[in-house]
């Protein structure tokens, strides 16, 4: 039976842990995984993107979803494509995967990648690997097109842990050295996000690169300030970590520079509700911070959003691959390679601002 175009299934287990890779919505194939806490939604046929990252306890979804939202199947791919690719056509908000290039369409090694490059717009294959009360997992497998990359994902959930584990390997399958970019990107938006939002993240400086031709930027390009007091360009003077209400207008594209820890939080200082990321800060050096509080004007937004991601990138600045290499800060893998990394993301509650993440835990602040 069918429910809002939903298949219901029901789990055979009705406790602890559980998985399932019986649902579908609008014609895509949903992965989910839940223990008492969280209830994890894959769409493993689009990206493996993390549709929805459900906090039980408090009814919160973290993940944002666009005005858009989740295409229809049958709709998928456009007829037309822009030069840039077909990302923001068909992004629904949530949490992607991006490699090999990140930011702009650029031509790499004969390649042309559009925006966020192709890992966002593939299919995984996945098979479940366990299934108990104490813990389930999944493995997804994505065959990059373009470059001889493979990268293996194992999304955990053990029982009474509000943490999502996520343990990965990308792999060069060829004979050449292979340079490339990689990223999470998860997006938050209302109801979770709001004014009331903080982000804390031991970063000791932040970067702008936002687009001198949007008359919404609060931050003018190429300003470096140290974490977390900022200049707009009006010359108003304000905290960073707090989140703006959907009346600033704001619509502004930072980056996170000198990380002392790979981690992050963003916490509803009124609820004491957030959602905190962890990760290899070795492979994922930089943090990008786009917002578009209520500024995003024109194509796609018109206006409409209000709606931040917290990114871990392998490389910088924000605008693909070629731009990374001129930077140095690429990632290269020897012929026949691998390279393994891990994140954690964790939903919390209880602390209205966080002095640490370490090994899942979180330390007030």
């Given amino acids: 039976m069918s429910y809002n175009g939903l298949e219901r299934y029901v789990y055979e287990r009705n406790f602890g842990c559980r998985i399932t890779d019986r649902l579908t919505y609008k014609g895509w194939k949903l992965l989910v995984l839940e223990n008492e806490l969280l209830r994890i939604e894959v769409l493993p046929e689009k990206g493996s993107d993390i549709w929805s990252f459900l906090y039980k306890p408090f009814d919160v979804d973290?993940?944002?979803?666009?005005?858009?939202?989740?295409?229809?199947?049958?709709l998928y791919p456009p007829t037309v494509s822009m030069s840039e690719g077909n990302f923001m056509d068909f992004y629904e908000g949530g949490w992607q995967e991006i490699a090999p290039s990140g930011g702009d369409g650029c031509v790499y090694n004969k390649a042309e990648y559009g925006l966020h490059g192709e890992v966002w717009n593939l299919p995984w294959d996945f098979v479940l690997e366990s299934d108990s009360p104490e813990e389930v997992s999944a493995k997804l497998t994505c065959r990059l097109v373009k470059?001889?990359?493979v990268i293996e994902k194992r999304l955990t959930l053990r029982s009474g842990e509000p943490i999502l584990h996520i343990d990965e390997k990308i792999t060069n399958r060829s004979e050449e050295p292979i340079e490339f970019m990689w990223g999470h990107h998860p997006a938050f938006g209302a109801p979770f996000l709001s004014p009331d939002c903080v982000v804390d993240i031991p970063a000791k400086r932040v970067a702008v690169h936002s687009f001198p031709d949007d008359e919404n930027r609060r931050f003018e390009r190429g300003q470096v300030f140290d974490w977390p007091m900022m200049t707009t360009r009006f010359g108003e003077l304000i905290d960073g970590s707090r989140i703006p209400p959907p009346e600033s207008k704001g619509s502004d594209e930072l980056c996170f520079l000198d990380l002392e820890e790979g981690?992050?939080?963003?916490t509803d200082t009124r609820r004491k509700i957030g959602f905190a990321?962890?990760?290899?800060?070795e492979m994922f050096s930089y943090v990008w911070f786009?917002?578009?509080f209520g500024g995003g004007s024109g194509y796609p937004w018109y206006g409409r959003t209000y709606n931040c991601a917290i990114e871990p990138w392998s490389g910088y600045p924000l605008f693909g691959l070629v731009e990374t290499i001129k930077h140095g800060s690429q990632k290269r893998l020897e012929p026949n390679s691998s390279a393994s990394t891990w994140l954690k993301a964790i939903a919390h509650s209880g602390a209205s601002r966080v002095k640490r993440v370490m090994s899942g835990f979180i330390t007030p602040g």
């Fill in 277 to 281: 990321l962890e990760w290899d800060l």
């Fill in 290 to 292: 786009w917002q578009v």
């Fill in 147 to 149: 470059v001889p990359l």
């Fill in 263 to 266: 981690w992050y939080s963003i």
């Fill in 62 to 74: 973290f993940m944002w979803r666009t005005p858009q939202g989740l295409c229809d199947r049958s």
